[in-house]
């Protein structure tokens, strides 16, 4: 069973589109990278996923079961606004939280604030710094033990450290409780360290879906002379010349020409790689 799946999945803001035609099924036990360009439609799926938006057209199912209007019980969602009350303290915004959740782990939520160097119980949430928000919201997220948690930029407002603590963090709910993630995020080099599944959303459409080792293996950068042809085999995503030389980005490329090497692709690499095809393919 998917832990998240969408059909045709379409939300339009007026003429402005936000997802456009998406049909994905994320595999349950996985750590998936949501990524792509502001704009991309990132936020928008996430939220759609998590019942808080009406989709245009289309379907969000979690678990199999149908999302319609409101979180799923086995899930829990961190938006990038981090939803808090700011003029409760730390102990009443976390007292709060048990009282609105069935399922509720108070151990959980102080194991994960201890983790984080814990936090005043007496603080008023709205003279936190970001980051402790930040911290805060993702500690009550775990409190509900989901078995899908949706982040949605978590890492923005924290420093390296606290990064490295978060990611920890949720990765000891993977290894413990088969937990999904799902994590948009533009810190590609730190998600490659734990992403087993990717997603690129370009324009509100899927440009890539499937297992990261698969996809990198899939694709090769090539360097060659900048008069030669392309490749006969494989599809070109994007050319870049400089002097005498090009790079190509090509998946599935097949046995080279004479003059030409091909070189493996990092995760950053490979996004980036479609985020210039696509920018290219705007300005045309």
């Known amino acids: 069973m998917s832990a998240l799946s969408t059909i045709g999945l379409s939300k339009r803001y007026g003429d402005r589109r936000g997802i456009e035609d998406c049909t994905v099924k ?20 996430l939220a ?6 009406e989709p245009s057209s289309g379907a969000v199912r979690v678990f199999g079961d149908k999302v319609r209007g409101r979180i ?22 976390v007292r709060a939280a048990a009282k609105m959740n069935r399922r509720w782990s108070q151990e959980r939520v102080e194991e994960a604030l201890a983790a984080f160097g ?26 509900r033990l989901p078995r899908l948690l949706m982040l949605d930029e978590p890492l923005a407002d924290l420093d390296p450290l606290a990064r490295d603590e978060t990611i920890r ?18 810190l590609l080099g730190e998600l490659r360290e734990v992403c087993d ?22 694709h090769r950068d090539l360097v060659g002379p900048a008069d030669a ?37 990092d995760l950053e ?3 980036t790689g479609y985020l210039r095809a696509d920018r290219v393919r705007a300005g045309a």
Request: hydrophobic share 45%.
């Open 229 to 265: 042809g392309p490749p006969e085999a494989g599809t070109v995503v994007h050319v870049r010349k400089s002097g005498r030389q090009q790079r190509l980005l090509v998946r599935d490329p097949g046995a080279l020409a004479p003059g030409w090497e091909s070189q493996q692709l």
């Open 197 to 218: 599944h990717l997603l690129l959303l370009q324009g509100g459409g899927v440009e890539l879906d499937g297992d990261v080792d698969e996809l990198l293996e899939e």
């Open 26 to 45: 994320l595999p349950e036990g996985k750590v998936v990278a949501l990524v792509g360009a502001n704009g991309a439609g990132k936020s928008t799926f």
């Open 72 to 93: 799923h019980p086995d899930a829990a969602y961190l938006s990038q606004r981090r939803p808090l009350y700011g003029t409760f303290t730390v102990a009443e915004m």
């Open 118 to 143: 814990g936090l005043d119980v007496g603080t008023r949430v709205d003279s936190l710094s970001p980051g402790m928000r930040s911290k805060l919201a993702l500690a009550l997220c775990l409190g």
């Open 269 to 271: 690499s490979l996004v």
């Open 169 to 186: 963090l949720v990765m000891a709910d993977v290894a413990d409780r088969g937990m999904t993630v799902v994590i948009s995020s533009h």
């Open 48 to 53: 759609l996923a998590a019942g808080l938006v």
